[in-house]
């Protein structure tokens, strides 16, 4: 059984006027199967609209499917009672790292977690500590977070819900915000807690470069699951991410039209170093 | 322009002052605005000044960094004194015109201006020697007593410090904003008063509509966070209480006693 599984859900908003009357109805969700075995790393993709924000809220109990049921460590999330349980086993990492932080100093706020779970103060340290070591901000631990860059927040993010001790991550477009230097920051922070904490990581994203390390990629469009499947699988169906709107990697759109102008190359070129790779070896052959 | 308020900032450095309990201050402060309300001559007076110059010496801020924050008050404390100075009924000192100055009018004068500037330095040294944080730490504790009655101290508290947390921010987004308006023609400078306020309509609408997304996107990160108010919430720094905390507890009680005393036996 998996750290998250999903069951046929659907979720609708519901747009009303001044009066309340129902003015139109949006489906977000139409029907999705999940299955997210623990210490994977899975990234959604989708465009604007496709409903990838509204499944991320559906995994930590912000929102409740309207249809099918979401199960998140074996615990309902439509049961009342679950909530504070999977709130705690199923942290959430946000788009915007100024409206995140809480606490007016950087350890303070990686403190807010688990002083919300009641846990003692000596074993609070303890963990603040540990998740700053852990995204490396250790050495900001007395800085006011006004003060560092978007990265830099999005990792002290990252560390107040490592400090609650979850099972499994879900970041919401949380690179969306930054430059690219921060975007690289936090996907290696995500990428080292998966590897070395065995954390699952749910990355929610627009971005195609950070999915490639990822175990499996669901690819969502309006409210469905368009295509599942490793990045390489993903990648090599160029034609179909294009429909969805999405734009691949620049490394395999090099290769799909190399591919397409005749020069041999392998299936799913994900990174400029394959693609090196590759085309010395394409050119060694001929 | 609003960063030159002083009142209410922090001044870092390391001094007893600043290492006391925030719990410590909060009472301290409100004993020695009572004292400066039972002191009525000159000899308690003194008494609240050596009190004063001993504790600004103890908070190792500068003198010029206290002053500073008088200014915003000064016309507040100017227009007290003359309305003490001319219309206090009592035996005439000097009259001319229509004005008269009594003996009782130049006392009270002097009084209420001694008494409101020793108030506002004694409290903006509470403020100047404590961070917003642990002030709020203290309030909350103080309060603590009033949650008998269901006043909400924890949810006033957060409030606070999520209030002190997004001062910087929403201060740059109006400086943001302010630009961007400035960029499309927006004149916030000519005019007289009315057409000036009428100018910060453009600033405020987005500040607000931004400050109410803000909000939203925190309340929603505080709950995935598992925040649920006060109940069964633990303490990352709990508020301590040490030897020196006890002292200074001893010392101000020692001054209030001090000030009646004086108050009893003084002269004036």
């Known amino acids: 059984m998996g750290i998250v599984e999903i069951d046929n859900i659907a979720y609708e908003y519901i747009r009303r006027d001044e009066e309340g009357n129902v003015e139109g109805i949006v489906r977000a969700i139409d029907g999705i199967s999940l299955d997210i075995k623990k210490g994977e790393f899975i990234s959604i993709l989708g465009g604007n609209g496709s409903g990838k924000s509204t499944l991320a809220k559906q995994i930590n109990a912000i929102l409740y499917p309207c249809e099918g049921t979401v199960y998140v460590d074996g615990k309902d999330t439509s049961d009342e009672e679950n909530i504070w349980d999977i709130r705690q086993s199923a942290g959430m990492v946000f788009q915007n790292p100024d409206n995140q932080i809480i606490g007016s100093v950087v350890e303070e706020d990686v403190g807010f977690g688990p002083e919300n779970m009641g846990i003692p103060t000596p074993e609070i340290i303890e963990r603040v500590n540990e998740a700053l070591k852990t995204l490396r901000m250790y050495e900001y631990r007395k800085h006011s977070p006004n003060r560092l860059s978007g990265g830099q927040k999005q990792r002290v993010a990252i560390a107040g819900v490592v400090a609650m001790h979850p099972k499994c991550i879900i970041m919401d477009e949380s690179t969306a915000m930054l430059d690219p230097i921060g975007r690289k920051e936090v996907i290696r922070a995500a990428r080292a807690l998966n590897d070395v904490e065995k954390v699952t990581i749910i990355l929610i994203t627009h971005y195609m470069e950070e999915t490639i390390y990822s175990d499996r990629i669901v690819v969502m469009d309006k409210g469905r699951v368009a295509m599942t499947g490793t990045p390489k699988e993903i990648f090599s169906r160029v034609d179909e991410l294009k429909k969805l709107r999405l734009s691949v990697p620049q490394s395999t759109a090099l290769a799909y039209e190399l591919k397409k102008r005749g020069v041999r190359l392998g299936e799913g070129i994900l990174s400029g170093k394959e693609l090196v790779t590759a085309l010395c070896r394409s050119y060694a052959t001929m | ?268």
């Open chain 2, 1 to 268: 322009m609003i960063r030159d308020i002083t009142i209410g900032q922090y001044y870092q450095t390391d001094s007893v002052l600043h290492r006391l309990d925030p719990r410590d201050k909060l009472a301290g402060t409100l004993i020695f605005i009572i004292s400066l309300f039972v002191a009525k001559n000159v000899t308690s007076y003194a008494v609240a000044t050596a009190f004063l110059i001993a504790v600004i010496l103890l908070s190792k801020v500068p003198m010029s960094f206290i002053l500073r924050g008088m200014k915003a008050v000064v016309i507040i404390l100017l227009i007290t004194v003359l309305f003490n100075l001319f219309l206090t009924p009592g035996i005439t000192f000097v009259s001319f015109w229509k004005i008269r100055i009594t003996y009782e009018g130049m006392k009270t004068a002097a009084y209420t201006a001694v008494r409101l500037t020793y108030l506002i330095i004694g409290s903006s040294l509470m403020t100047l020697t404590t961070t917003p944080n642990n002030l709020t730490d203290g309030l909350e504790s103080l309060m603590k007593p009033l949650g008998v009655f269901r006043v909400p101290v924890h949810e006033i508290a957060m409030m606070m410090s999520i209030a002190l947390r997004f001062i910087p921010i929403l201060m740059e987004e109006t400086d943001k904003i302010m630009k961007a308006q400035l960029s499309r023609g927006a004149d916030f400078e000519s005019g007289g008063l009315i057409k000036r306020s009428k100018a910060l309509i453009p600033l405020l609408v987005p500040l607000f509509v931004s400050a109410f997304r803000r909000a939203n996107d925190l309340a929603m990160a505080m709950e995935a966070r598992c925040y649920h108010g006060g109940k069964g919430r633990t303490k990352m720094k709990p508020l301590v209480y040490r030897g020196s905390d006890y002292i200074a507890y001893a010392v101000i009680i020692m001054y209030f006693v001090l000030i009646v005393i004086a108050q009893r036996v003084g002269m004036l």
